[in-house]
């Protein structure tokens, strides 16, 4: 069945950085569209970043454009989330997600399955 496994969740400092890994199984990873939600105290989750299944496109919020960086290895099944100069405002659960295809990579409503999430917690 398909898993989304994320990591690299932790404390760090407001500027600091983390990066984010979300290891996938039971499924033809490489033939995937994959993205990163974050979920903070608000209900819904926000669009963080997405990847196309060959790594040659990628959409980012807004607000974390020039900072965060995806990527993926299609040979070990990885996404990966460079985040630096992390805000605040940033503290939430990560959460990893797949679709097959998307012409609207930032809607949460395309992904059809997620991981568990990580924790990321930013402080002053």
């Known amino acids: 069945q398909v898993q989304l496994v994320e990591s690299g969740g932790g404390l760090v400092q407001a500027g600091g950085s983390l990066r984010l890994s979300c290891a996938a199984s039971g499924f033809t990873f490489s033939s995937y569209f994959m993205a990163w939600f974050l979920q903070a105290p608000e209900p819904e989750r926000e669009f963080v970043a997405a990847?196309?299944?060959?790594?040659?496109?990628?959409y980012y919020a807004d607000s974390v454009k020039g900072r965060f960086t995806i990527s993926r290895d299609n040979a070990k099944n990885t996404v990966n989330l460079q985040m630096n100069s992390l805000k605040l405002e940033e503290t939430a659960v990560y959460y990893c997600?797949?679709?097959?295809?998307?012409?609207?990579?930032?809607?949460?409503?395309?992904?059809?399955?997620w991981g568990q999430g990580t924790q990321v917690t930013v402080s002053s």
């Open positions: 990847i196309s299944w060959s790594g040659g496109s990628t």
């Open positions: 997600a797949e679709v097959l295809d998307s012409d609207y990579p930032s809607r949460i409503q395309e992904y059809d399955y």
